[in-house]
């Protein structure tokens, strides 16, 4: 064990906290961060070099603490915002946030440190693997992200995640980060330096992998966004004739509907509110009818946050929020405790949407159906949500409607678009990002991605999308289960064999 002043931990801490609020500091209008991957192996490298040569954990849980403050500074005010809550409250929620997640890094670290000890470099290698998996994947989180998000930065790297997925990513990171500190640990840099090169060469590999991955046929779409800038929350009379405004005046502009190309038009989370859109309505059906168009936006019904779907000639299209956001938008727990809590804290807790075979919006044409899957806001977070939806409604296109006037102009809607961007290459299939505020995209199903403008801002986007699905493994829902099943009796194994260094 190496003995080190007070300082000199405190300043390791620091460097620590910074690398990991680094990695998650995404550009904000380039695909091209080479930093995010970089950093994101380099950090679990350097805290198993630390705590594999004695480091406290203490000092450690103070590293993820001060890093996760540096990612997420943005969420007290967000909570005071959203909740209505003094500040002092939400400076409370916010900490006990930090300190969750902070602890999950945490157990990942402490597991990987016993497994060391007993079996050596390969074995803490597969414990830090199957450990920020069930971590990141399984366990309860406020808000979802994962730790593979930046492969998505780069575009040969983002492809990786068509086999893998994003937690595989997060699982290449950390385990590779430990099998490299275990070796610096024992002075062993040279075999160290082999281990970011291996994984180097297993994303090319991989890259290369996903051309040879079976293709659909070739689609051609006009898309439509707009983004209005409403208040967040805000229900008033009159939302949709001013979406229909700004909307019919982009489709005069751009000339659209064109012979022989169908448009869609996308309008965010939260676009219309204060009206329950469950029920019949026929004059919306109507409304895209006479625009000749297909049209999805984002509503609310009950206590339901909603997206809903016309076109010419198709039935209404309805489909709730499947997973709404822990405390934000839905206490926690079993019916019997949400309930209470709501009682206590004067909260009314979203009701969560069902996935069936009519969860994805389908409508002509000229190349045939169309099957969109649309996604709510922080859904497109869960990995295992877009797979679900997809085994159980099929689709060709995912949407994203999102409703990021919350954040202000903080990070966070470039931390949402982030953590985003692998559901395309997962699933093959383009992304489109509609953003009440700021910012709107698209995220390519090889990995590209653009976003637009800066939060807080009103606009309109349209453009033609041209692409093919890409049949990917990452697609299947049990790919997780089965990647956590294979690290967890590989470290089972190798612990039963007692390997030493």
């Known amino acids: 064990m190496i003995r080190q002043s007070w300082g000199i931990k405190l300043l390791g801490t620091l460097v620590l906290a910074g690398i990991f609020a680094l990695i998650f500091r995404f550009p904000a209008a380039s695909g091209y961060g080479y930093h995010e991957p970089i950093l ?63 602890l999950g890094f945490l157990a990942v670290t402490w597991f990987t440190r016993r497994i060391h000890r007993r079996c050596g470099a390969w074995g803490a290698a597969l414990a830090a693997a199957f ?100 208040e967040p929350g805000e229900r008033r009379p009159g939302m949709e ?110 009701e969560a949407g069902e996935l069936t075979e009519r969860s994805s919006f389908t409508f002509n044409t000229p190349q045939g159906e169309l099957k969109v899957h649309p996604i709510i806001c922080s859904e497109a977070l869960d990995t295992r949500r877009v797979q679900d939806g ?13 409703n990021d006037g919350w954040f202000e102009r903080s990070i966070a809607t470039d931390l949402h678009g982030a953590q985003i961007r692998l559901r395309a290459v997962e699933s093959g299939l383009p992304l489109l990002r509609a953003t009440l505020t700021g910012k709107s995209g698209i995220f390519r199903e090889d990995g590209r991605w653009v976003l637009w403008g800066s939060p807080m801002t009103e606009d309109s986007y349209a453009f033609t999308l041209t692409w093919r699905s890409v049949k990917t493994p ?6 997780l289960p089965a990647m956590l099943g294979f690290l967890g009796m590989g470290t089972l194994l190798v612990a039963w064999r007692r390997k030493t260094p």
């Open 474 to 479: 990452a697609r299947a829902t049990w790919l």
């Open 131 to 230: 450990g920020i998996v069930l971590w990141e994947v399984y366990g309860f989180h406020v808000y979802i992200w994962s730790w593979g998000a930046p492969l998505g930065a780069v575009p040969w790297l983002a492809r990786s995640a068509a086999f893998l997925t994003s937690a595989g990513g997060s699982a290449l990171f950390w385990g590779c980060g430990a099998l490299a500190g275990a070796w610096l640990a024992q002075e062993r840099p040279l075999r160290a330096a082999l281990v970011p090169c291996s994984l180097v060469a297993l994303f090319l590999v991989l890259n290369g992998a996903w051309y040879l991955l079976p293709r659909g046929p070739e689609r051609t779409l006009d898309v439509v966004m707009i983004q209005p800038n409403f």
């Open 241 to 350: 004739e001013e979406m229909w405004a700004r909307s019919d005046m982009e489709l005069k502009n751009r000339e659209l509907p064109r012979p022989g190309t169908a448009t869609l038009l996308l309008w965010p989370e939260s676009a219309i509110l204060g009206r329950d859109d469950r029920g019949p309505n026929p004059r919306l059906r109507e409304e895209a009818q006479r625009r000749d168009i297909a049209w999805l936006f984002g509503t609310e019904g009950g206590l339901m946050n909603l997206v809903r779907g016309e076109a010419d000639g198709r039935p209404s299209f309805t489909q709730a929020k499947r997973h709404p956001m822990a405390f934000g938008e839905r206490m926690p727990g079993p019916e019997p405790v949400r309930k209470w809590l709501d009682e206590k804290l004067g909260f009314i807790s979203q």
């Open 390 to 402: 997809l085994a159980i409604a099929g689709g060709e296109l995912l949407t994203n409607h999102t």
């Open 40 to 102: 994101a192996f380099l950090f679990p490298a350097l805290v198993f070099e630390a705590t594999f040569r004695g480091r406290s954990l203490g000092w450690l849980f103070l590293s993820f603490l001060l890093g996760i403050i540096g990612i997420f500074h943005w969420v007290p005010q967000v909570i005071a915002i959203k909740g209505g809550l003094p500040l002092w409250l939400a400076l409370l929620g916010s900490c006990l946030f930090y300190a969750w997640e902070a």
